[in-house]
């Protein structure tokens, strides 16, 4: 069965901290693979990942993609209390009409 | 920016009713999508929809739903007896997949409608 698995499931940091997200999947057919914040309510876009190795950035956050190990992670630097949100992991399965499978999410909390 | 948009935010209902959950897709977007997250639970994908018909769903998208795009903006879900577990957030997302050159197919979500079914 295709899953996707985020870890940690939470995670309460300091203004100024490092994180690192993870996110490893087993997916039969897959495109891609991307993150998303969601904040109160809609998910909103930040990467999508297709290719091994390629970092992708954006301003303190960063993802990479490891197809040969099945997982992806996304780093924040310099955390801030704005980035509070739960980080959501998709994998985009090509069998059939390029669903969407999600990870549980990972809650962030920064603290002030 | 384009987005999705979603009516209502919030839809109370009571069990065996009927619900119609309305989208607006970004306008030059083509593959459109249903999503739910149960409180507490990750997002589940229901339907995709593609040229006027269901290209897949899921095995929650039993017979008591149904999608429809009734004109050219709108993208509905029905759901026709609502039941207490229908309690979720639905969310419609739509696709930019072929409208760029390269590898893109990037879903944009809408903010949701929260439904309670009582």
């Known amino acids: 069965e295709d899953k996707v698995v985020q870890s940690p499931l939470s995670l309460v940091v300091h203004e100024g901290d490092t994180v690192t997200l993870n996110c490893s999947y087993e997916?039969?057919?897959?495109?891609?693979l991307l993150w998303y914040k969601q904040e109160k309510k809609a998910p909103t876009f930040l990467f999508m990942l297709t290719s091994s190795g390629i970092e992708k950035k954006s301003g303190r956050l960063s993802s990479i993609l490891d197809k040969k190990e099945l997982f992806s992670i996304l780093n924040i630097t310099a955390t801030q209390t704005g980035d509070s949100a739960v980080y959501l992991c998709a994998v985009e399965d090509a069998s059939g009409t390029y669903k969407y499978i999600f990870g549980t999410g990972t809650r962030l909390k920064v603290l002030a | 920016e384009p987005e999705v948009t979603q009516t209502p935010s919030h839809q109370v209902t009571q069990m065996g009713q009927e619900v119609i959950l309305r989208c607006v897709p970004i306008s030059n977007h083509l593959y459109f999508y249903w999503y739910r997250q149960i409180l507490g639970q990750k997002v589940e994908f229901l339907v995709s929809?593609?040229?006027?018909?269901?290209?897949?769903k899921s095995e929650i998208f039993d017979d008591q739903f149904s999608v429809e795009r009734p004109d050219g903006s709108n993208f509905t879900l029905k759901i026709r007896s609502t039941k207490l577990e229908d309690s979720a957030m639905y969310f419609c997302?739509?696709?930019?997949?072929?409208?760029?050159?390269?590898?893109?197919?990037?879903?944009?979500f809408g903010p949701g409608t929260r439904l309670t079914v009582l």
């Open positions: 997302a739509s696709s930019d997949r072929g409208l760029a050159g390269g590898y893109t197919d990037t879903q944009y």
């Open positions: 997916v039969t057919n897959f495109r891609s």
């Open positions: 929809f593609y040229n006027n018909e269901i290209s897949e």
